[in-house]
């Protein structure tokens, strides 16, 4: 898919909570065809701590509208300043890059999200929801207020909530949830976005119940495009960069993630 | 309109800006974004001997105005590049240069002999200066004697323009490169990254998986900029500037301090356009200072 530059103008800026910011982006250009899984580097103007681009997930894309959203954590300098973003200001973003997820048709299909990790997920369920899937969602959090956006994502089918305090939801990690206990059999594909942990052990739980399973990897990276090759993941087939062979990989082809987890999860990263 | 070609021993370029290796992949990464043949050439990744896996992740930690990396030459080897890749590059018709490293000076033999070969692969760039690889690379670059036999060797076996770029990590940048100067070498390339290293507080352990690193970016300019202009005055042969160049007039710098041409490295990574944009702000800085070619500004810091 090609790649582009684009100034976008920001629409809208919506507070989650204290660290999550939902902004909504509009060009009077068509935006370029996106995928859900692919994500955009965002260019961070005025802090000048900032040096290399932020890579986020594509939210949520409406193309009749012709809006983009992207789900901001603030967790340094860069990521705060596009927290302050305003209605009007511009923001310089290169998408769409990586690779989606595979999306199954007519199935019944599980996602599960933890802390920001729901962030490619929005766009992921209504995509799912539109080729027939019957979608369920599960979302964890630390508390109830670390659990972003479950009333919008019921607009697809079935959201099941997990919080480590047991403040909303089932009381425990996400990865211990009942659904991913004897219903799990029911789903043909588990999609998830998360801490590390948690991933590894969502992953574990399908290839034990030998259910596909995609996720989606977060890493460190500077270009976003596959020049500067320090975004790599060990795979079976060697390193390779998130940014171009993923961020969404099967989870069988990365090295060491079919092996058990014992600990389950924390969010608390 | 002002001239923008300039010489670089045997090989003319269209305009003196040219890619940092390991900042533009094989080209092919930016076509959605510029016209690559646009630029007066590009230096693709590091190619090795034999096939390489890199460092273990974490690889990068961003640093005020520049970034730390520990790739650590990933890379397919000669043999695949040879195969693969080269074909890939044929359609750019600028200056395609290749940049050649080994832990061994027989690997670096056998890396030069293999582009030596290849028509379209105009010139190579030794590095002798990578300090992310724990044999090898930077160990031959910061020393005199090492840095001249592995410069020798090559010379033996390469015949087309052989750069060889210098690593800032040493006591005498001027030392070495006229060391390499009296191997053989055509022309010199300088700076590598500076090595570096950054911690996490909270966790009390080193950012990156090899503890140190290569800095690189605006960061390290002007430390690149006083070792262009040093060595430009000690060597006859011509200097290649790189070093945190982002703009026009940061390249415009480095001409005056003495580079015949310039390459754009970390810049690639925030603005993949930053080449396209610093070759079209040369010819109107030429422009508005009324200068012909800009082979004029080689060296026209005014003291």
């Known amino acids: 898919m090609k790649k582009y530059i684009l100034d976008l103008k920001v629409l809208s800026n919506r507070a989650l909570n204290q660290n999550h910011h939902l902004l909504e982006l509009g060009s009077d250009e068509p935006l370029p065809v996106m995928v859900p899984g692919q994500f955009a580097e965002v260019r961070v103007d005025g802090s000048p701590s900032t040096y290399l681009r932020r890579p986020f997930s594509i939210h949520r894309v409406d193309r009749g509208a012709n809006t983009m959203h992207l789900l901001i954590k603030s967790v340094g300098d860069g990521t705060r300043h596009l927290a302050e973003l305003k209605k009007n200001d511009s923001l310089n973003i290169m998408l769409p890059l990586g690779n989606g997820f595979t999306l199954t048709r007519n199935s019944e299909v599980l996602l599960v999200g933890g802390g920001c990790g729901v962030a490619p997920l929005y766009f992921l369920a209504e995509q799912l929801f539109r080729q027939g899937n019957k979608v369920s969602m599960l979302i964890g959090g630390r508390s109830a207020g670390d659990i972003l956006l479950a009333g919008e994502y019921r607009a697809f089918g079935n959201v099941y909530l997990a919080t480590e305090d047991g403040s909303l939801g089932e009381k425990g990690m996400v990865t211990a949830h009942s659904v991913l206990k004897k219903e799990v059999s029911s789903f043909k594909k588990i999609y998830c976005c998360g801490p590390d942990g948690m991933m590894r052990a969502v992953a574990h739980i399908a290839a034990a119940n030998k259910i596909e399973c995609e996720v989606s990897l977060e890493n460190t990276m500077a270009c976003g495009i596959g020049a500067c090759l320090c975004c790599v993941v060990e795979t079976n087939q060697g390193n390779q960069c998130v940014c171009t062979e993923g961020p969404v990989f099967d989870p069988l082809r990365l090295k060491n993630w079919s092996t058990a987890v014992e600990t389950g999860c924390s969010l608390d990263q | ?303």
Not at chain 2, 13 to 20: G, S, Y
Not at chain 2, 106 to 111: A, D, H, K, R
Request: proline share 5%; net charge neutral.
């Open chain 2, 1 to 303: 309109m002002p001239g923008l070609e300039v010489k670089l021993h045997k090989l003319t370029l269209k305009n003196p800006v040219l890619t940092a290796s390991g900042t533009f992949g094989y080209g092919v990464e930016f076509d959605d974004f510029i016209d690559v043949n646009a630029l007066g050439g590009i230096i693709v990744k590091a190619t090795t001997s034999l096939h390489r896996e890199g460092n273990p992740y974490p690889r990068m930690a961003e640093t005020p105005m520049g970034m730390l990396n520990a790739v650590g030459l990933q890379n397919k080897g000669v043999d695949y590049f040879v195969e693969n890749i080269y074909p890939k590059l044929l359609k750019y018709n600028n200056c395609v240069i290749a940049n050649v490293s080994d832990s061994t000076v027989e690997g670096y033999v056998e890396v030069a002999e293999k582009m030596n070969r290849l028509d379209h692969i105009q010139a190579i760039e030794l590095n002798i200066s990578c300090p992310n690889v724990k044999e090898g690379g930077m160990a031959f670059g910061t020393s005199c004697p090492s840095a001249s036999a592995v410069t020798r060797a090559v010379r033996e076996v390469y015949d087309k323009t052989l750069i060889v770029k210098l690593s800032p990590n040493v006591t005498s940048i001027v030392d070495i490169a006229l060391a390499v100067e009296e191997a053989g070498a055509d022309a010199v390339s300088l700076i590598n990254t500076l090595l570096g290293m950054a911690i996490n507080a909270e966790t009390r352990r080193p950012v990156l998986s090899t503890v140190t690193g290569g800095l690189s970016g605006p960061a390290i300019k002007p430390v690149a900029l006083r070792m262009v202009w040093q060595v430009a005055k000690a060597v006859k042969i011509p200097v290649i500037g790189i070093g945190g160049i982002s703009s026009a007039t940061d390249a415009i710098e480095f001409l005056l301090a003495g580079a015949s041409a310039v390459q754009v490295g970390t810049a690639n990574f925030t603005d993949p356009q930053t080449t396209v944009k610093i070759i079209a702000g040369i010819e109107d800085y030429l422009r508005r200072h009324k200068i012909a070619e800009v082979k004029e500004l080689t060296g026209g810091l005014l003291l």
